[in-house]
T-cell receptor, first 112, second 113 residues
Framework: AQSVTQPDIHITVSEGASLELRCNYS??????LFWYVQSPGQGLQLLLK??????LVQGIKGFEAEFKRSQSSFNLRKPSVHWSDAAEYFC??????????FGTGTRLLVSP | EAGVAQSPRYKIIEKRQSVAFWCNPI?????LYWYQQILGQGPKLLIQ????????DSQLPKDRFSAERLKGVDSTLKIQPAKLEDSAVYLC???????????FGSGTRLTVV
């Protein structure tokens, strides 16, 4: 069965520093890949998605993600973190059966 | 466009009571999902509707949970009777083309005491 692993439960980054959140998936073929962000008390907001083509995808709020087939990874990056980026981030895959499978999430804390 | 609407935002009930959640998806979105998100975990799919038909309810605890989507638009999720472990956020999402991602509502936070 397909699965998504986010190895980091919490990450703390200083404001202005760069960020990378890790995501690994398990699936035989190339899935559709997503990153969502969830602020406290809110639903999930789509940051970006990958289907095919260019392996570096740009999203909202200055985020980008790179798909690496050889590593089964889809890591999320941002060059300079803002305090408002503090939230929980979820990686998800859609394997074509029309349902999203989520990772357990990474909570981002931003220090001044 | 209007987003996915859910109500209520919060609900506190005692165990063994019943509760219902409501979801109004984005207009024209044929696919509707209910997810359960327990604190500290990622969302888990409970049920998926395509129009008013069930596509996947394999992870729905059918002895206590039920869901319906009348007329292929609004949906309700019911729990009867509730258990302590049902405390979670219940998220509704809808999609025009599921492979391109979903739009989520703000969720209903259920606390069972």
């Amino acid at each position: 069965a397909q699965s998504v692993t986010q190895p980091d439960i919490h990450i703390t980054v200083s404001e202005g520093a760069s960020l990378e959140l890790r995501c690994n998936y398990s699936y035989g073929a190339t899935p559709y890949l997503f990153w969502y962000v969830q602020s406290p008390g809110q639903g999930l907001q789509l940051l970006l998605k990958y289907f095919s083509g260019d392996t570096l995808v740009q999203g909202i709020k200055g985020f980008e993600a790179e798909f690496k087939r050889s590593q089964s990874s889809f890591n999320l990056r941002k060059p300079s973190v803002h305090w408002s980026d503090a939230a929980e981030y979820f990686c998800a895959v859609n394997t074509g059966f029309q349902k999203l499978v989520f990772g357990t999430g990474t909570r981002l804390l931003v220090s001044p | 466009e209007a987003g996915v609407a859910q109500s209520p935002r919060y609900k506190i009930i005692e165990k063994r009571q019943s509760v219902a959640f409501w979801c109004n998806p984005i207009s024209g979105h044929a696919t509707l999902y209910w997810y359960q998100q327990i604190l500290g975990q990622g969302p888990k799919l409970l049920i998926q509707f395509q129009n008013n038909g069930v596509v996947d309810d394999s992870q729905l605890p059918k002895d206590r949970f039920s869901a319906e989507r009348l007329k292929g638009v609004d949906s309700t999720l019911k729990i009867q009777p509730a258990k302590l472990e049902d405390s979670a956020v219940y998220l509704c999402a809808s999609s025009l083309e599921p492979v391109y991602g979903y739009t989520f509502g703000s969720g209903t936070r259920l606390t069972v005491v």
